[in-house]
Antibody
Framework: QVQLQQSGPGLVKPSQTLSLTCAIS??????????WNWIRQSPSRGLEWLGR?????????DYAVSVKSRITINPDTSKNQFSLQLNSVTPEDTAVYYC??????????WGQGTLVTVSS | EIVLTQSPGTLSLSPGERATLSCRAS???????LAWYQQKPGQAPRLLIY???SRATGIPDRFSGSGSGTDFTLTISRLEPEDFAVYYC?????????FGQGTKVEIK
């Protein structure tokens, strides 16, 4: 079955870039039926979908309006993983970040989560 | 953006009791696009129900989902000790996904 393993730093300074990676096992980032998502969770904002990347003969991305100007999600086919970059972070970006696989319109499974704190 | 409102915020029940959780949408949602998740402390959410009423792989049949339009329900027929957790509904619409704020099911 699909398993997702997240990695990346837990502390980022304000105005810098948050970068996380999600390694996939049991499926391919280039799958023609799956999509690969980032979701975050904080006490103030709850669960918030951030964006996704997926392959359907070519690569596509969808991003949430709330972060569209600051987010990039990229696939890495050589390592079978995908990444999140969120620019110009502020303390409001402090959250647990999850990657998640998507078949259809629901998220299953999820990565283990990474607490990212934005602080100087 | 469709807003999902879950009620109650907290449900205090005893093992063996029936739990009924509500999820109300700010506008109509296709039943095919409504899901429920369970989250325990320190863990990622786990998919329970998709398409409003279909159980995900490995989910016990004491969990059931129903509803249509703007009103959806998750029912746990007889609470087991491992069912005390937070439950979220989630919908898809206009290339965006939103979640409810969650209902905590706690031991009474």
């Amino acid at each position: 079955q699909v398993q997702l393993q997240q990695s990346g730093p837990g502390l980022v300074k304000p105005s810098q870039t948050l970068s996380l990676t999600c390694a996939i096992s049991g499926d391919s980032v280039s799958s023609n039926s799956a999509a690969w998502n980032w979701i975050r969770q904080s006490p103030s904002r709850g669960l918030e979908w951030l964006g996704r990347t997926y392959y359907r003969s070519k690569w596509y991305n969808d991003y949430a309006v709330s972060v569209k100007s600051r987010i990039t999600i990229n696939p890495d086919t050589s390592k079978n993983q995908f990444s999140l970059q969120l620019n110009s972070v502020t303390p409001e970006d402090t959250a647990v970040y999850y990657c998640a696989s998507q078949q259809g319109v629901w998220f299953d499974p999820w990565g283990q989560g990474t607490l990212v704190t934005v602080s100087s | 953006e469709i807003v999902l409102t879950q009620s109650p915020g907290t449900l205090s029940l005893s093992p063996g009791e029936r739990a009924t959780l509500s999820c109300r949408a700010s506008q109509s949602v296709s039943s095919s696009y409504l899901a429920w998740y369970q989250q325990k402390p320190g863990q990622a959410p786990r998919l329970l129900i998709y398409g409003a009423s279909s159980r995900a792989t490995g989910i016990p049949d004491r969990f059931s989902g129903s509803g249509s339009g703007t009103d959806f329900t998750l029912t746990i027929s007889r609470l087991e000790p491992e069912d005390f957790a937070v439950y979220y509904c989630q919908q898809y619409g206009s290339s965006s996904w939103t979640f409810g704020q969650g209902t905590k099911v706690e031991i009474k």
